[in-house]
């Protein structure tokens, strides 16, 4: 069988362009724009490369595109910190290219009704809820690279082409169909997933989704269906290599896939859903949601491309960083579409778990939701950064709670990081920099405890980089922290307050900790750790992982003075 992650082997481009021209069929490029527009789709691009000489793929990293029928939560921000991570860490190890996308998800009915209910425009809705969504990713300081929305006209336009590909090679054909369908999940669910239920709130019995909860109706339309019943096997065959990260949820897919799968009805009638993207040559149905929202990966790879074209630009996606509520679209849906026209599939998906409040599923409707903005605020957002990258759960949901936010700040920042460079500088009494040129240059006999705390600090880079290779930003910060916790015990046992000429070894040691940690925590926490490397004097061009090796710089810690880097944090208990 052919690669699975190969380009578009079964047509070529030059067919794809001859199909263009035929009179019964014409792409939805030709169909909706002149030429001129097709190549607006360029400006999604932020890779350039010199003439005659083409670009290596960037590595390139997505968020899901957020629905803008509410606010965000503490889960949006959650998703957007670990994405941002896993990109600045690739520039961290020289990846000076890598890309970051991040957007809105502004078609369906859910949007359609929320607009209605708030008594506004749908575009004016998704313009003012589209922004909120902006801020927080600029207050989370996010390193995107372009903020898309499925409301931008070139999606619209490689959306509508998409789906005339996959028409044409004869994966969408018409058929009633009825089921249970969910307006806030936008999906069908066949009788196996649905059971009755009694709303709490209400007293009222009614049918809902088994896995999300959520309220389903009972439908019955005359729509478009995608062949998904076509890609069980080779789906199947896709989940045998390290698609799905982790694997608990890889299990679930597999398990899920195995049993059968079901056409997908990919269309909704326009009397019952108007607001999204017209069906190609049918204005009597609009697309349905997930398609079209899913094609924005490829919008910004410029999409429709020539084959190989696209990995200019980054397709395929190094990873889709998703929530476990979306596993399906991204798992199942998705790459049956991009096989179905071969195109390249995304190398990962990385799922995480969500997050709860007393051990309960965040709701709108009980109350227990929390602002991410106010969560900003009160802490900080290198503060919220670090919790949610330490305590946020990959494979399992995370409970939230101010006062885990608090304990972890005083244990690991205030007394950890803070503690060791406060102490080490004051130790040193203004003489690091001779310190650390004694150490460097073998002047001062180093003592076991010296030898076997250095072997920490040696590994601590490699094992960081093994953690981020395997998509575990949790793991890996939980290892610089460990090291922490390690480098304040290796301090108090040695005392070198008691006598620091003697102990310049351990105040070397201890400023290199604070040198590495620094380094290594830039795609966790950037601001803090400037600040931790602007205060060692750590030389700008000497900040990125390959100078997070053990003596690997001899030439920082020129006057440096002590710094509070972590106060008392001023909120209520």
Not at 116 to 137: H, M, S, Y
Not at 314 to 327: E, L, M, Q, S, T
Request: proline content about 6%.
């Amino acid at each position: 069988m052919a690669s699975l992650r190969g380009g578009f082997h079964a047509l070529s481009w030059a067919n794809q362009l001859l199909y263009r021209r035929r009179p019964s069929w014409k792409c939805a490029s030709c169909k909706i724009a002149p030429p001129a527009t097709v190549r607006s789709l360029r400006q999604y691009a932020t890779t350039s490369t010199s003439e005659g000489t083409p670009k290596s793929k960037p590595y390139y990293v997505t968020t899901p595109i957020f629905y803008v029928n509410a606010a965000p939560h503490i889960g949006h921000l959650y998703t957007m910190v670990l994405a941002d991570v896993l990109k600045r860490w690739r520039t961290l190890i020289g990846d000076h290219d890598a890309q970051l996308l991040t957007g809105t998800d502004e078609h369906g009915m859910k949007i359609q009704q929320a607009a209605k209910a708030a008594g506004i425009d749908t575009q004016a809705f998704c313009d003012k809820n589209c922004q909120t969504f902006k801020d927080l990713a600029d207050a989370a300081e996010m390193d995107y690279n372009h903020f898309i929305r499925t409301t931008d006209p070139a999606h619209k336009e490689a959306v509508q082409y998409f789906w005339d590909m996959l028409q044409h090679r004869g994966y969408i054909y018409t058929s009633k169909h009825e089921g249970w369908y969910s307006v806030s999940d936008e999906t069908f669910y066949p009788q196996s997933q649905v059971h009755l239920s009694l709303d709490p709130a209400t007293g009222r019995k009614r049918m809902v989704s088994i896995e999300t909860g959520k309220e389903v109706e009972w439908s019955s339309e005359t729509n478009y269906h995608f062949r998904l019943s076509a890609f069980k096997d080779r789906l199947l065959e896709l989940y045998e290599n390290d698609f799905i990260t982790p694997s608990i949820y890889k299990d679930v897919v597999v398990n899920s896939v195995s049993s059968g799968l079901s056409d997908l009805s990919i269309s909704r009638p326009v009397e019952r859903l108007s607001w999204g993207i017209p069906v190609p040559n049918d204005s009597s149905q609009t697309i349905y949601v997930w398609l079209d929202a899913l094609v924005n990966y490829l919008t910004k790879a410029r999409y429709p491309f020539p084959p190989g074209e696209g990995s200019r630009y980054g397709w395929p996606a190094d990873v889709h960083v998703v929530g476990k509520d979306i596993i399906r679209f991204h798992c199942v849906y998705w790459p049956a579409f991009l096989m179905a026209l071969d195109l390249p599939l995304p190398l990962n998906v990385l799922v995480h778990g969500h997050w709860t409040m007393n051990k309960e599923k965040m709701s709108k409707s009980t109350g227990n939701v929390v602002n991410p903005f106010f969560a900003i605020d009160r802490f900080g957002v290198d503060v919220m950064r670090f919790h949610m990258a330490f305590r946020g759960g990959i494979g399992s949901d995370s409970d939230y709670d101010n006062s885990y936010i608090i304990r972890d700040y005083k244990k690991h920042l205030q007394q950890g990081i803070g503690n060791i460079a406060h102490r080490t500088i004051g130790c040193a009494k203004g003489r690091l920099r001779k310190y650390i040129i004694n150490a460097t240059t073998g002047k001062k006999h180093a003592q076991a405890s010296d030898l076997a705390y250095e072997e920490t600090l040696k590994k601590l880079a490699p094992i960081v980089a093994d953690k981020m290779e395997k998509l575990d930003p949790r793991a890996a910060i939980m290892e610089i922290v460990r090291v922490v916790s390690e480098t304040n015990k290796y301090f108090h046992n040695a005392e070198p307050w008691k006598n620091p000429a003697e102990h310049q070894r351990v105040l070397f040691n201890t400023a290199e900790s604070m040198r590495i940690v620094g380094i290594l925590l830039q795609p966790f926490m950037p601001n803090k750790a400037k600040e931790i490397l602007d205060l060692f004097q750590v030389h700008p061009s000497k900040r990125g992982f390959s100078s997070a090796g053990y003596a690997s710089d001899p030439d920082y810690g020129e006057d440096i003075q002590k710094k509070i880097l972590f106060p008392p944090l001023i909120v209520e208990e």
